[in-house]
């Protein structure tokens, strides 16, 4: 079972950046495909970006698309967020999930072996 921790959420500025991260631990981390998701209060969790296995595939949320960047380094167990042009609207607890395959597509929610704690992630109007 792969275990996930996420880092790097906190409180920004409309405009502003984060970076997320999430460590992985055990060492079939580079076998499966990663996403991230969100879910802000009273609203179910959604997808946000997800990345292959070797990271040369990654699909976003339209919501999403062209502000955040998701990435992998596989040697570093490590999945990435990178969140740019932020708005109040993207506040959320942001979680790391693990696929059952290397690929992800469609990302369906239940077809992830593993989630993280999350982190908050706020953004101030």
């Known amino acids: 079972q792969v275990q996930l921790v996420e880092s790097g959420g906190g409180l920004v500025q409309a405009g502003g950046s984060l970076r997320l991260s999430c460590v992985a631990s055990?060492?079939?981390?580079?076998?499966?495909?990663m996403a991230w998701f969100r879910q802000a209060p009273g609203k179910e969790r959604e997808f946000v970006a997800g990345?292959?296995?070797?990271?040369?595939?990654?699909d976003y949320a339209d919501s999403v698309k062209g502000r955040f960047t998701c990435s992998r380094d596989n040697a570093k167990n490590t999945v990435y967020l990178q969140m740019n042009s932020l708005k109040p609207e993207d506040t959320a607890v942001y979680y790391c999930?693990?696929?059952?395959?290397?690929?992800?597509?469609?990302?369906?929610?239940?077809?992830?072996?593993?989630w993280g704690q999350g982190t908050q992630v706020t953004v101030s109007s």
């Open positions: 999930a693990c696929h059952r395959t290397r690929y992800g597509t469609p990302w369906s929610s239940s077809d992830f072996r593993s």
């Open positions: 055990g060492r079939t981390f580079s076998s499966y495909a």
């Open positions: 990345i292959g296995w070797s990271g040369g595939n990654t």
